[in-house]
Nanobody, 124 residues
């Protein structure tokens, strides 16, 4: 069983930065896809970024390209989302997710494990 725990959310002002972390445990191999999704009130969960664990291949939503960076620390089994130049529209609960299968996906239904979420609020 894979356990995912997010941390690093908070309240910031527009233009500020945050780094989210997702600590994974219970993994038996590293060939996973891991990603970040977010969900704002009244909105469906949307893809933010994903990374292929073994290769480091990444994919980003258009809305965050150039501002957010996804990365992973293999030794610590931790994934990060560095969020720069934050905008009020980035306000959401951010979820860490993991996919047992190799192909990278932007669809939440393809992911097998989910963290509890961490709130990011960006004020004007």
């Amino acid at each position: 069983q894979v356990q995912l725990v997010e941390s690093g959310g908070g309240l910031v002002q527009a233009g500020d930065s945050l780094r989210l972390s997702c600590a994974a445990s219970g993994r038996t191999f590293s060939a996973y896809v891991m990603g970040w999704f977010r969900q704002a009130p009244g909105k469906e969960r949307e893809f933010v970024a994903a990374i292929r664990w073994n290769t480091g291949f990444t994919n980003y939503a258009d809305s965050v390209k150039g501002r957010f960076t996804i990365s992973r620390d293999n030794a610590e089994s931790t994934m990060y989302l560095q969020m720069n130049s934050l905008k009020p529209e980035d306000t959401a609960v951010y979820y860490c997710a993991a996919d047992r299968r190799g192909p990278i996906s932007t669809t939440s239904g393809e992911y097998d494990y989910w963290g509890q979420g961490t709130q990011v609020t960006v004020s004007s």
